[in-house]
């Protein structure tokens, strides 16, 4: 009998396609290979890493026909840090790959036969994050976690982050190094600071806010002018403060320390106040581009009622507002609820209104005091819609369901829920919100048969 595949193993192999997770695909022996570091068109060889029942898990030792797409990771951590997970090909090579996940979800598990023939890139494909937490520990380590594991990698510049980010951590890393500042231990409990936190806008301000295990931090003044000095466009520094024990990121409570305890960003002509603990998305210009396919598939004429599920701050539920008759925004969190009625009100907007509640339960009440939306607009978080939404949802018999997607996977999933209800799949647009990491966007429109 053949010998099976071992771990440590090296075999070459051609790397014919990608998994969701940027890693290329082979196959050896019949069972499929997961190969970290290769590229699409590739022979590689590669050393196995994990040999499963069903599936091999290896890594990319040598390209042994290197693709032209392959090019230098342009960062030192790349491969340690859970991040990125495209820096060893050219930004165009990721987009593709990209695309061809999504199609390949809406196809394998969607069951449709829809082609997602494009895939928005940013024109910005660094430094675009408008917003980062470092978890910090002992040092301090203070920069983000390796892959699969909760150990600190110290990560004096990103290349996702914006500048001001690094001139901020740095300032923070200072300040705990003279002061002899404590890091917080998610094994014992003990220590100070959990994380350092940054926002900024896109207007190149900044705003601040240290995690602490603890309701007040030593040296709080010299904390605040060393971040003043290291960054001219701080508009506020705030302490989070967050004393259970748990890796939670967020605090329970918030104190302003100086300046300002939130920014306000432009999107889409709207203006939103965003606190520390307020859900935006990551990249504002990409989040612009979405939006606006959303907008469009919705093909709003003015006088229609959307009901947007999963509204957050209000962000989509505001755009549409303003070409719609009437908007019904539902939110679970209440802190984003309150931001969502005050950016309405902020932007004059007088014809949505907000909820808070758990999506299915609201769209069920709505429905049964006769809210008749023509379309719904859905954007959950990874885990998608639970199936009693999309029954609810198709119960409702909307004209248009235009749907917001972060996984393709669970996405996929939900589109064959949908079209088992009578509600399919016509268009199909990915948005690359996330460059560099193994994270998508995509926008989906579906309508009766
Ligand atoms: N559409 C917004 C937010 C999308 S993120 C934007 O683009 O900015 C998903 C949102 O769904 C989060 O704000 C989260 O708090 C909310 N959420 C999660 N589970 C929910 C549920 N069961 N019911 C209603 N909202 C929920």
Redesign the pocket.
Known sequence: MDKRPAENEIYPLAITGYAGDGAGVARLDGMVVFVQGGIRGEVCEVKLTKVGRSAIWGRAVRPISPSPARQTPDCPLYGRCGGCAYRHMTYTEELEAKRAKVEDALRRIGGTELAVPVILGAPQPERYRNKVQFPVSAGPRIGFYQARSHRVIDAPDCLLQPLPAARLRAAAADWMRRYHISAYDERTGKGLVRHVYVRTNRAGQSLFCLLVNGQAVPHEADLVCALRAAEPGLAGVVLGINEKKNNVILGDAYRTLWGEDALTDTLCGLEFRLSVPS???VNADQAEVLYGRALELAGLTGRETVLD?????G??SLCMARRAGRVYG????PQ?VEDARANAARNGVSNAEFFCA??GQAARRLAAEGVRPDVVCV???RKGLAPDVVETVAGMAPRRVVYVSCDPGTLARDVARFAALGYVAREAVAVDLFPRTAHVETVVLLSRT
């Open positions: 859900f935006y998305q599920l999963y509204c957050g701050i962000t989509i539902v939110e679970v969190i984003a758990d999506a954007d959950p978080p």
